[in-house]
């Protein structure tokens, strides 16, 4: 039998608030969950519109904490940042703000320590491969192509 739970509105309410709570959310997220718990249009734009209100839902300060955390954690540079950003919908405006949780000299200073990590782990003697290989792991995780090119050059020389 497929069974599902019907929510009422506060229902639906409360569970976003506990789920906004938890963990910060972007609008997206919140809205993706709504339609799984199978609510209408209106009663989505509603609960959205209340979590606003109730600062539950930030897009800054998701977008802000996401920037930091993506790349405190995960060492990912602006470029993927950006990306998965615009995935979940968030304005430029909002992207730019963003950005400016990560301070310019950590950024230098993150790329080199993943670059030194990551050429320490590489067994290539080929150097054009090497340096093809070190260069697509930092494009993968999100670096804009002048610094990793720079950075390649700079320690397969």
């Known amino acids: 039998m497929n069974y599902h739970k019907h929510y009422s509105v506060q229902e639906a309410t409360h569970k976003m608030e506990r789920y906004c709570t938890y963990q910060e959310r972007c609008h997206k ?6 339609k799984e718990m199978r609510m ?20 800054e300060r998701f977008a802000r904490n996401f920037a930091r955390g993506k790349f405190n954690h995960k060492k990912w540079g602006k470029n993927r940042i950006v990306r998965e950003l615009k995935q979940r919908n968030i304005s430029k405006f909002n992207i730019n703000i963003a950005l400016k949780e990560i301070d310019d000299q950590d950024y230098v200073t993150t790329l080199d320590v993943l670059a030194k990590k990551r050429i320490s782990q590489l067994n290539e003697s080929n150097l054009a491969k090497k340096r093809k290989k070190l260069s697509d792991y930092l494009l993968y995780r999100g670096w804009e192509n002048q610094l990793v090119y720079e950075k390649v050059m700079e320690l397969t020389r």
Do not use: F, S
């Open 40 to 59: 209408i249009p209106d009663a989505i734009d509603h609960i959205i519109g209340h979590l606003i209100q109730q600062n539950y839902l930030n897009e």
């Open 29 to 34: 997220e919140v809205e993706i969950k709504l």
